[in-house]
């Protein structure tokens, strides 16, 4: 094991002692700072019947998105660790701008999608489609007609089939990385159809899936594995002491490991002097939210030493908005988020996302000039004063990071190309269809804004693309408004009024009214 002198001491709030009081409410399992409330992919809380998962770290970083088609095959379910956890406190760590309903650069003839109007859209691709139902029958499919072979706009993600051929290679080699990947790998696919069963709004679904025999015992499997891999004499395995301790924080499976704060600290410190680079950003994080800066400071820089993207990813936003007790560096933090942008993978995708944002001039709290972001190509600061080609280049590469970040399966990244694909922006095409398959992608990883837009989608159709749906208008503004969001609860009062996609009822309509306004 390594030296103990490579970490600060144990903020006294984890020290254990005898009738200690209850351990502080730190958030549990937060993989970066969080996104603001607009860009928030929503997350289910634990239903304390086992169905959850632990995070673990992947492998390589996946290869980039490759270039849109206009057919693809249907998406797999939104990735969990795609999704940040809530810190307490007001804008802590900054948010991008929204990204609303902007009219520039449309195509000849195009208009927006709304309630009231059809888009009618000038397009050289004229496809057909036979149909909208998706393989799991909550939207339209992810192929148009007559098409031919499709690339994915996400990772491919493990399903049944693979975690059993995983599984069985590591178990007749004997690998122990192998086995914790499997584990970990199977305890993220019990929480990933709980968060896709969660946001189609199936509970049966849920249930089957943790009562189905396999999976049941997968995962006792799986977390046996880490135990006894973590509790290794005479020396304990980094990664499986960071798996248990993400158990323990998260409290996600509480028949194996009840939620213990102190005890998962424990576990995150020592695989951290043990160079486990993820581990380090658990430390400061704990040692930030709990107010010590100072630490959590030096922490973030040691994970960055050893190359953890999230700990330079913390850095980087540091740097941005003067946290951390650092003065505002927007040079330093543009490199560090772009360094962090390239390194973007499955577990952390943020990344990139806020550095799309960045460069496309959309992030809220802080306007970065251009030539600091690309100062070999750029010398003037004010963005207004870019060569057409200049702004092409920075809306490329925004769009470049953004649809990166989309394809490692992070919701507001996919709901950002649909739009940019609706609105003929970031340098995309107008493509009705592209724009269809990113708000469904969306929609699964729990991003209301999509379902609306989707709806809006079908309520209008695209001329030469997809013809309106008004049954599958309804289906997706009634799934948004039913969680709560106030523009799909006033779109669905107006369906009920006149008798979009089912039978008029103007008691149903001034019940959603109501609750929209």
Known sequence: MGSRSALPP??????SVSASPPAPAVPPRPPLPPLPPHASPRRPSSTGTGAGAGTGTGGPPPPPPPPPLPAIPAPAPAHPMAMPVPVPGPAMYGSPAPAPYQQHHQPPGYHQPTLFAAPTPTHPRRVSTASFTSQDGSGPPMTSGGATTALSLSLPLPDPGTLATAREKALALGDQNRLLQWASDIMKYVERKSILTANSGTAAEADLAIKDAQLVGWIDEAIGIVNVHAAKVPTPVPRALYLRGDLLASGSFPSYHQRDLRSAFSDFEIAARMGYPPAYFRCARDYEVLGDVSRAKEVYEKGMGKGDVCCTYRLGMANLLGQLGLTQNLPR????????ADRADLETPQPAYIYGIILAGEFAQVSVPPNVLMPALVTDPNRSNLTPQQHALFEAEAFRHISRAAFLHFGPAQLKCGWAFEHAQLGCAFDPLLSVQYYILASQGGELEADLSLSKWFLCGAD?????????????????????LPSAEFALGYYYEVGVGTEKSVENAKKWYRKAA
Request: avoid cysteine.
């Open 333 to 340: 933090a543009a490199q560090l988020l772009s360094e962090a």
């Open 464 to 484: 030469g693309f997809f013809p309106k749906k008004e049954d599958l208008a309804f289906v997706f503004a009634d799934k948004a408004a039913r969680k709560g």
């Open 10 to 15: 144990l903020p006294p709030q984890y020290v």
